[in-house]
């Protein structure tokens, strides 16, 4: 389904936004969207679209005796006519709200993004140009040697608007792909799954994944059944991924500072300057990762424990979270960095790991006298936030490696881990690669991680299915 043609630019509709306010300060957020997706089941396409869209966010702030106040209204499919009642609503907003505890002055303007005035990218089916041919040719090798083949493609891009009464004007184009395929058996008691994430689908193989799926699905032939237990595990990239973007939403410097969380001190203040992983490994935030790239600066429709809509503009720089094994880093607005007497440190919108590793996961596993490899972890849930344990599941396929080989599937576990522990614990981390972090793909997709060794990952219980 594709959005009604409409006549005024987003940066004209930020720009009349701005006319319009007759608050003490204003912020406008114009993004506009487009989407193209692919679908199939059982060797078939199934469904294929282009969608497109549009949001206007308006932040007014109003001064007051007590303190400044701020109003956040967001809209729809917004174009010119519309924008004086949507000003006027966060206006409204503000004068309402109490004072804002995170406000401070807006960002001061500086040279404009020189695409400012542009229209916005756009994608469209073409992104699947090279990619659906060969995902066909996949479909018909899958069909001949007994797998079908399920899973989706999409690709999305933004391009965000951002201008203020302070005198911004930025703009960022943000691409974002996914690709999920998952192979079964045709009388579907074993499945493998693999992802990529991508920026245009010119680097992502469906026979590749294709040929990976299929050897996973053979290493199912044999089944082990195993009981619950701690043991040596191969957690692979997109696992690792998963565990560590679920430490970075939970590295919060306001609630560490004030006792809530694994990173918060028992002796009060936070655990910043503290070893806390035995290898070196370098947690980052890197807007400008090569193939990673994200926002160059903070984009907040709305605020939050550690991100302030007054902070719109603010420049992202890379960020270490952790450095060689050491904590130095906890996400922070900047009136949560004056609250704990941290540095400021917005959330960056990319992932990576780096331990100085070489090996590939397959050489790790080649390394392993006894031991599992995952295949992914799903379904993952925060049990205390004091030592940030999880608890998950292994999803389509784990693996029984002997004498560095894979020699069979075995059963699925539930686990009961927490990252930061496992940082502490892991032995071993293999080469950095870019990774699909599986559970969280609707929300965080670029990412970049070694396989860790953990020498007695906890499966605390077994799990049914395949």
């Known amino acids: ?69 701020s109003g956040v209204v967001a809209r729809s499919g917004s174009d010119a006519t519309e924008l004086e009642p949507l000003v006027r609503a966060a206006e409204e907003a503000a004068r309402r709200a109490g004072p804002a505890e995170d ?17 916005p990218a756009e994608t469209s089916s073409a992104v699947f140009e090279a990619f659906a041919p060969a995902l066909g040719e996949s479909f018909a090798r899958a069909g001949s040697e007994g797998r079908e083949l399920y899973g989706f493609a999409q690709h ?25 395929l998952n192979a079964k058996s045709p009388d ?15 680097d992502v193989d469906p026979a590749a994944l294709d040929a990976e799926l299929a050897r996973r699905l053979a290493w199912a032939n044999r089944r082990v059944e195993l009981p619950a237990g701690r043991y040596e595990t191969l957690l692979p990239p997109t696992a690792v991924a998963d565990l560590m973007v679920y430490q970075l939403w939970s590295a919060s410097a306001r609630d560490a500072a004030e006792g ?10 936070t655990r910043v300057g503290e070893k806390v992983a035995r290898l070196p490994l370098t947690l980052r935030g890197a807007p400008t990762a090569d193939g990673l790239q994200c ?33 130095s880093r906890l996400v922070s607005s900047r009136h949560t960095a004056e609250l704990t007497g941290l540095p400021a440190a917005p959330m960056v919108d990319n992932l990576i790991l780096e331990g100085g590793g070489e090996q590939s ?52 576990f539930r686990f009961n881990e927490s990252p930061v522990d496992l940082l502490a614990r892991a032995e071993e981390a293999g080469r950095t690669e870019r990774c699909l972090p599986r559970e969280w793909s609707d929300y965080f997709t670029r990412a970049a991680m070694p396989a860790l060794r953990v020498p007695d990952f906890n499966m605390s219980s077994v799990s049914p299915g395949v």
Do not use: K
Not at 188 to 202: E, L
């Open 103 to 119: 406000a401070r002055g807006l960002v001061a303007g500086g040279p404009p993004s020189d695409d400012f005035t542009a229209p």
């Open 156 to 180: 999305e891009v933004v391009s965000s608007y951002l201008g203020t009464s302070a005198g911004l004007r930025l703009r960022h184009d943000q691409p974002t792909g996914t690709v999920e």
């Open 260 to 269: 809530r969380t694994v990173f918060s001190s028992p002796g009060g203040g």
């Open 295 to 327: 926002a160059p600066f903070v984009l907040a429709h709305s605020s939050g424990d550690d991100v302030s809509v007054f902070d719109n503009g603010l420049p992202l720089e890379d960020t270490e979270w952790i450095s060689e094994g050491t904590l």
């Open 361 to 412: 996961l397959e050489e790790m596993v080649a390394g392993t006298e006894r031991g599992l490899l995952l295949t992914c972890l799903w379904y993952i849930r925060e049990v205390d936030p004091a030592t940030l344990l999880l608890t998950g599941l292994t999803r389509d396929g784990v693996y029984l490696v002997e004498g560095g080989e894979v020699v069979g599937a075995v059963n699925n």
């Open 188 to 202: 579907h008691t074993r499945s493998a799954w693999a992802g990529r994430a991508t920026r245009d689908f010119s």
């Open 1 to 69: 389904m594709t959005s009604p043609a409409r006549t005024t630019a987003p940066h004209e509709l930020v720009e009349r936004a701005l006319d319009l306010s007759r608050a003490d300060g204003c912020v406008v957020i114009a993004d506009e969207s487009s989407s193209a997706n692919l679908r199939w089941a059982g060797n078939t396409l199934t469904t294929n679209g282009v969608t497109r869209g549009r949001t206007v966010t308006v932040i007014a702030t109003v001064d007051g005796a007590e303190g400044t106040a």
